[in-house]
């Protein structure tokens, strides 16, 4: 298990630094300043991580004096969800701290999906991020980086996505009049909820003629050869932001530590957070042990999974098998084999945070798993019966929590979350055309997303513009 106390070993920040960026491969460990801007390790290309000398700062005693925080409606910084736990994300300077009142969501015990998915009453809390001000978890990490964008004083920024970081940045800017968001979008790619925000809140809006992966290539390029600065989660000050999902996951379970947490895998931002979140946890000693965390692939864009469980990548002390990943996207390139799921939010061939991903992993002892969209479609049903409901992609985690449960993988009587990434209201027409479609409509529609029953369906009802036959309806019900 990776051990904070183990990054002693590797290069300090700077003497006078608290905090700063390092690579996150050991063998390397570069340091860099914490205003620098910028993608990769410049020595070797790898990720990076924002990283802290925890001994120079201070850290609160016990999780539960993060309580008295929370209420405090005069306070932005108590009242964001994220800014409340600042003494976890120790890089920003305050007074450049960019909220928009992000992460006021909700951890909420759902037995209807607990049943469903095969756990005990009282065993499963869904983590409802699509409560967040754009409808999804990426506010969380978008006040992070408008935070250290505003500390190196970037006028423009930009990010690639399959909908919920371009909602998240183009409301960011909007709202603060910081910057000018410009966002990179596949053509046709993103549900039109996601579309509809970035293109009212008034962000640059370039509509890529390509999938994700190629608005993530341009993107990178854009952001080297110009000034802009880049949202995605490329950018370790956005998953600072993301740590804090985790913290309110904990105070929401007053301040207990689940079994499981399961997380859709798009990017792999979210859990490459989430791993740094309780590591670092732990080695503080404010957590006594690490949840396990599953990552959640949909079977239509399952890289990760076949390069964990099929071919046995492991984040192995940092020394990750980068022969092996190459092999296997050029394997993909050469049979063309390219994402198609209709969780559109997790359409990702080569996920940027794979290495990060691969040591959550390690840190949590993770398990990967992919699910089918039909099985995403249901459990969404079901989320959407209990509660709040949400977006394809985060019906996922509950899929993949029921088949968890199914593979005796998570115990029946264990306590687990699952994180709702993103709102219901993000993708309408998958929501109408489960519930609505005929049984031979559905297929045909969603053919290529291999839906073919739809059993968890709350269909409309048609009914005459008459009084009798509306009553008679009603009376049946
Ligand atoms: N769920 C939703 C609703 C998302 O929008 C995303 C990612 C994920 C899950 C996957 O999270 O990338 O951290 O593994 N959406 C990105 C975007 C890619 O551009 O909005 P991840």
Avoid at 424 to 434: F, N, S
Wanted: glycine share 10%; aromatic share 8%; net charge negative.
């Amino acid at each position: 298990m990776i051990q904070l106390e183990s990054l002693k070993d590797v290069e300090p920040c700077a003497p006078a630094e608290s905090a700063c960026q390092r690579c996150i491969r050991p063998a390397c460990g570069a340091t860099y300043e914490l205003t620098a801007a910028l993608q990769r390790c410049e020595r070797c290309g790898a990720l990076l991580d924002v990283a802290y000398d925890w001994e120079r700062l201070p850290v609160p005693a016990r999780l539960e004096l993060f309580d008295e925080r929370r209420g405090n409606f005069r306070n932005p910084l108590d009242y964001s969800g994220v800014w409340r736990f600042r003494e976890l994300l120790p890089f920003a300077e305050l007074d450049k701290v960019l909220s928009i009142g992000e992460g006021q969501t909700q951890l909420r015990r759902t037995d209807g999906v607990a049943d469903y998915v095969g756990l005990k009453p009282g065993g499963l809390h869904l983590q409802y991020e699509g409560l967040n001000p754009s409808g999804s978890f990426k506010d969380n990490g978008m006040t992070g980086a408008f935070t250290h964008a505003r500390m190196v004083g970037a006028k423009y920024a930009a990010c690639a996505s399959t909908g919920n970081t371009s909602a998240s940045l183009a409301l960011f800017a909007g709202v603060s009049g910081l910057l000018r968001a410009v966002v990179f979008v596949g053509s046709g790619k993103i549900a039109y909820g996601k579309l509809s925000q970035a293109l009212d809140y008034g962000a640059a809006t370039l509509q890529i003629d390509g999938d994700f992966d190629d608005a993530m290539r341009q993107v990178q390029e854009v952001c080297r050869q110009t000034s802009l600065y880049l949202m995605n989660s490329l950018n370790p000050f956005r998953l600072e932001g993301q740590k804090a999902i985790m913290y309110r996951v904990l105070e929401g379970l007053g301040w207990e530590v689940p079994d499981w947490v399961v997380v859709p895998g798009g990017n792999l931002g979210n859990s490459s957070a989430f791993g740094k979140a309780f590591s670092e946890l732990h080695c503080l000693g404010l957590i006594d042990r690490i949840p396990r965390v599953a990552i959640i692939n949909s079977t239509g864009a399952d890289t990760l999974t076949r390069l964990v469980n099929d071919h046995g990548l492991r984040w192995n002390g940092g020394d990750v098998d980068d022969a092996a990943i190459a092999r296997f996207y050029q394997q993909m390139d050469v049979e063309g084999r390219r994402a198609r799921t209709i969780a559109s939010a997790i359409e990702i061939n080569r996920p940027v945070n794979l290495d990060k991903a691969l040591r959550t992993l390690e840190v949590t002892h993770g398990v990967v798993r992919a699910v089918p969209d039909e099985a995403i479609l249901d459990a969404k049903a079901q989320v959407g019966a209990h509660g709040y409901g949400c977006e394809p992609a985060s019906g996922a985690s509950v899929a993949g929590a029921k088949r968890l449960v199914e593979e005796g993988v998570i115990d029946r009587d264990a306590r687990v979350v699952c994180i709702l990434t993103g709102h219901l209201l993000k993708d309408p027409h998958a929501t109408v055309g489960y519930h609505s479609y005929e049984p031979e409509k559905l297929r045909t529609e969603f053919a290529e997303f291999k839906i073919r029953e739809a059993r968890h369906a709350n269909r409309p009802i048609p009914v005459r513009d008459d009084i009798d036959d509306i009553l008679r309806i009603v009376r049946e019900l």
